[in-house]
């Protein structure tokens, strides 16, 4: 559980980060972005996370802070949303307003709104409860950045992605059936997928010396495997609920959820 008393300082007395005004303004500049890296990382987080994060130590080393100052990576994730929601789109529903909005709500909503309060959770959990104490009058007291905590949530969703947005639609049509092996795939998808981010989530946290106790980013995953067996009882087909959630109007989903 976590501890009832702050350790040191708020996070209220933190400092603004000056890199992120850089970094925003780097978004719209391609040609300052790693792209080969970002890539790299991609790739890594799914198959050897650990070594992201010790690049991350590199990093901490040579520049100074933990947060990516380029934004490669949110920039790709953002462009590979696009292109798998419109692949959704183009697969199950008839409007093209509607698939706007659809890729819009998608990128926006999904993954940078939701990504912003989820990383600001963490980010503060962890500076207000999980932080040690500066040992000595001389030691500088350290934070876990806003930015790098929002790189983390990024790092975490990446598998997500592949996982629900990417594997999830090339399975999809076994998926959204009637009977029990559609239900049983949906909830096990959907279990690691999240699972997975937690850990990412833990990985991310656990790498910064000062902070103490970051298995609690693991918590979650032991409430999912107690949760998955209880959703399947009670026949909910997680896939078919997001399916009907983003294309419950178009008559071609409707067809499909029918006929399978």
């Not at 890539?39 to 901490?60: D, G, I, R």
């Not at 409007?95 to 963490?122: D, E, P, R």
């Not at 092996?181 to 279990?191: E, G, K, T, V, W």
């Not at 910064?208 to 970051?214: E, G, I, Q």
Request: charged share 10%.
């Amino acid at each position: 559980m976590l501890p009832t008393v702050s350790k040191g300082r708020t996070p209220s007395n933190v400092r603004p980060n000056p890199v992120f005004p850089q970094y925003l303004r780097r978004i719209i500049k391609w040609q300052q972005m790693d792209i080969e890296y970002s890539f790299w990382q991609m790739l890594h987080l799914c198959t050897s996370p650990k070594v992201v994060y010790q690049h991350t130590k590199y990093h901490k080393q040579t520049k100074n802070q933990w947060a990516r100052d380029d934004p490669a990576f949110v920039v790709i994730c953002s462009l590979l949303l696009v292109v798998a929601a419109s692949a959704y789109c183009a697969a199950y529903d008839d409007s093209v307003a509607h698939a706007v909005f659809t890729i819009l709500s998608v990128v926006i909503f999904q993954f940078l709104v939701i990504g912003v309060i989820l990383a600001t959770c963490c980010w503060f959990l962890a500076n207000t409860y999980l932080r040690e104490e500066a040992s000595g009058s001389h030691v500088v007291e350290q934070h876990v950045e806003w930015l790098y905590a929002f790189d983390v949530h990024c790092n975490s969703f990446f598998p997500v992605f592949v996982v629900l947005y990417v594997i999830q639609y090339f399975v999809s049509p076994l998926l959204v059936a009637h009977g029990f092996i559609p239900l049983l795939l949906s909830n096990l998808l959907f279990m690691a997928a999240v699972s997975y981010y937690h850990y990412l989530n833990f990985l991310g946290y656990d790498v910064l010396p000062f902070l103490d106790k970051t298995t609690f980013f693991l918590y979650p995953i032991g409430f999912l495997i107690i949760l998955s067996p209880l959703l399947i009882l009670s026949g909910f087909n997680p896939t078919r609920y997001f399916m009907s959630m983003y294309f419950g109007y178009a008559d071609k989903l409707q067809i499909t959820l029918d006929s399978a």
